[in-house]
């Protein structure tokens, strides 16, 4: 039973080009959530999926950035015209059922590190 | 407003020795409290969890204290080894779900030979 994958596990852009962050659930789990770590500094959330709905995306720039996550394939955080500013490591998790749930567990990826030159 | 703050920020210990982490968290009512490893370049792992109804969770040498009261929880740490470098962070998960799982900014633990 593979853990998170994420990927691909760096990736470089330059700026005003498109990054597509991929990530596939433990399988079984339907509940996925991308968060951002910019060195130094602790997880930031960014949006909840639960397969093919958003759950909550309010930790998500307005512009420029989506996610989704479809019946069928990995999710998708996709960050258009991409800014050095969107330098950072994305880490996807996810979980079998809702995190408020008082046992559940969040599983983390690798991450995937986004360099935007 | 939800808080989650840990201390101290890093800490550099001798291998060997024991050392405490320590989480103040302002979320209430809580579902859960978890504590998390992240190695460099890695995803968090996760350590313990302990539900509002719990006061100790052990995982190995890693030991996590609640006190709900205090609104405090603790993560120690025994017979230090090399491969514990890295940052441990504390999770806090709201009962409601209208609120977001908060995540403190981690202490960056350091073990030397």
């Known amino acids: 039973n593979a853990g998170v994958m994420q990927n691909p596990r760096h990736l470089v852009r330059r700026r005003g080009q498109e990054a597509r962050l991929r990530c596939s659930p433990m399988k079984g789990h339907s509940h996925v959530y991308w968060y951002r770590q910019l060195p130094e500094e602790g997880l930031k959330f960014m949006v909840y999926l639960q397969k093919e709905n958003i759950i909550d995306e309010s930790g998500m720039p307005k512009e420029r950035f989506s996610a989704e996550f479809p019946k069928e394939g990995p999710s998708i955080l996709r960050i258009q015209q991409v800014v050095r500013g969107d330098s950072a490591a994305y880490f996807c998790?996810?979980?079998?059922?809702?995190?408020?749930?008082?046992?559940?567990?969040?599983?983390f990826g690798s991450g995937t590190q986004l360099s935007v030159l | 407003k939800n808080q989650v703050e840990q201390s101290p920020q890093s800490l550099i210990i001798l291998e060997g020795k024991n050392c405490t982490l320590q989480c103040n968290y302002t979320v209430s009512p809580f579902s859960n409290l978890r504590w998390y490893k992240q190695d460099t370049g890695r995803g968090p792992v996760s350590l313990t969890i302990m539900t509002f109804s719990e006061n100790t969770k052990s995982n190995g040498r890693y030991t996590a204290t609640l006190d709900a009261d205090t609104k405090q929880s603790s993560l120690h740490i025994t017979a230090s080894q090399l491969s514990d470098s890295a940052s441990y962070i504390c999770v806090v998960t709201p009962r409601s779900s209208a609120s977001k799982i908060i995540f403190g900014s981690g202490t960056r633990l350091s073990i030397r030979p």
């Open positions: 998790a996810s979980s079998s059922g809702t995190p408020y749930a008082t046992n559940e567990k969040l599983f």
